[in-house]
């Protein structure tokens, strides 16, 4: 295929600024599907093509990059121009599969909410994409909603790219105007209003006239970097990425040289071309496109494809370094292996390290023991997202409180600092404030948006972050939304507030009852409801003092002909508080638990015995006091 007739581009943006809306209306309406079959594929009436990961689906939010092409013909033209699309995630944690996939397209199309304006995503992928080189096209979406303020979020995003220091060719960026959900764009807000457009005609017009076209040489020695893996049960891995020069043609004999410097010869078995949702086979792909191989022996991501007469590598995908690690090991509590069939630590060492093949932000290093493993990756939502995999594959395991990576810069310890965006209810902004303020942030601006919602951005060390999201959603009574991504170090601020509670811990294992929830009414608020089993150790609610209490919580009433005095008493018992996994995650201090099983979420002490944690209590204690005295 002719260079000319080919663009790539990647779509990018905050999270639910409507990527993936945008990339289901583009394949609609290029005339791959009709509607019926759009429906069917959805899963649904609110799901989306592109969203195809179960959890994608569950949690409406886009973790994976994705591959698509389309077919348009330009105004004036016969010819049709295939158009590779790359769908990437919004949220930050999923930063590196934005880093990885920019490599493979030409220009971007940046989508900002016409209402919110650039958001800490924005202003990440926006100087990825400036650092690569891409020219963006920038959507101004959601223009159909309530309050939306187009013309000054063009003049926000101008601004945005002031201070990210864009050169002059990307400062005059076409400006396109759309409803990703109701499919139509325009580049004329006036002409909209009076002679209103119904598709995305001038939004395909725009990719054509300023995404540059694929400049790789066709004549030059093959050269393909490998940006993606997929995985099937017949073939095993396929490899996807770019063609930069020369072509691959099927059963060529090729060198794959690793990232490490290695080299492979091999063969390649079957190419791909990208065709709508799917691929279509082919027997040859030349420079500027997207392919995926089969047939490979091993193939990773950052390995170069290349001619056996002439290896030259690519410069290898690289992507920002974590910063929160945590510590996964085996679970050894009471119930181990009573609700998952993949326990040990081989077992979870062999799926962390086929994890690293296409997570490209994680890290993973062995722990103290030969049972603990150190995960590092971009936040909470980066592991979290990892550890509902897993326990949904089988696997059971424990793993610690999140902590952040520190560094040692010009010989002072910083550590990794946050832009935080809060957009909250105009009567809960002094609660916020306080509440960020608390740990360690600061306010950088603050904007009235609307009558019902204001604006405010902060600085905030990344651990200020864990374990703020639920205490901001209860001071806003659930109105409150907040997003951050990682703006730079700095050095160290001295301590984040822990936890202000304490917690309620069995001291007795069994099935908890009614007759010790009552008791216990007053002394907290309970995470197990009755009929829940619980061992010695386990966590069973939230205490509202600040210390820990040990409780029986499997407590029987005695059977007795005696008539106790509060026998009509009527007692108001709290619902019971069940944590999601993050949320679980962030609850957590140093000297506990979260216990992940297929069934079940459990929060416990690491020592589960009371004498031993009285002890440690005690070493701890002496240690702090040896070092005060030295």
Known sequence: MPANSIRNIAVIAHVDHGKTSLVDKLLFQSGQFR????????GGQHGLIMDSNPLERERGITILSKNC???????????PITINIIDTPGHADFGGEVERVLRMADGCLLLVDAFD????????????ALAAGLKPIVVVNKCDRPGARPTAVH???FDLLVELGAEEHAMDFPCIYASAREGWATDDLEKQATNPSTDLRPLFEAIIKHVPVPKDDPGAPLQMLITTLDYSDYVGKIGIGRVYGGSIRTGQQVCTIKRDGRRENSRVG????????????TQEVSAGDLCAIVGLESVDIGDTICHPDNPQALPPVTVDEPTITMVFRINDSPFAGQEGSLVTSRQIRERLEKELQTNVAMRLVQGRTSDEFS???RGLLHLGILLETMRREGFELSVGKPEVITKVIDGVMSEPVELLVADVPPHAVGAVMELVGSRRGELKHMDQRSDTMTHLQFEIPSRGIIGLRSRVLTATQGEGIIHHSFLKYAPMQGETPHRLQGVLIATDPGDVTAYAVEGLADRGVLFVVPGDKVYTGQIVGEHNRDNDLPVNIIRAKQLTNFRVASKEQTVVLKAARKLSLEAALEYIEDDELVEITPKSIRLRKRLLNEADRRKAERAAKDREAAAANA
Do not use: W
Not at 35 to 42: N, S, V, W
Not at 71 to 79: A, F, I, K, L, N
Not at 117 to 128: D, I, N
Not at 270 to 281: D, N, V
């Open 270 to 281: 079957k190419l791909y071309r990208f065709q709508g949702l799917g691929r279509a086979e």
């Open 117 to 128: 304006g650039p958001m800490p995503q924005s202003r990440f992928v926006l100087g990825k």
């Open 155 to 157: 003049s926000e995003v």
């Open 35 to 42: 509607a019926g079959e759009l429906e069917k594929l959805q």
């Open 375 to 377: 995960v590092s990756g």
């Open 69 to 79: 092409a389309v077919r348009y013909t330009p105004e004036g033209q016969t010819e």
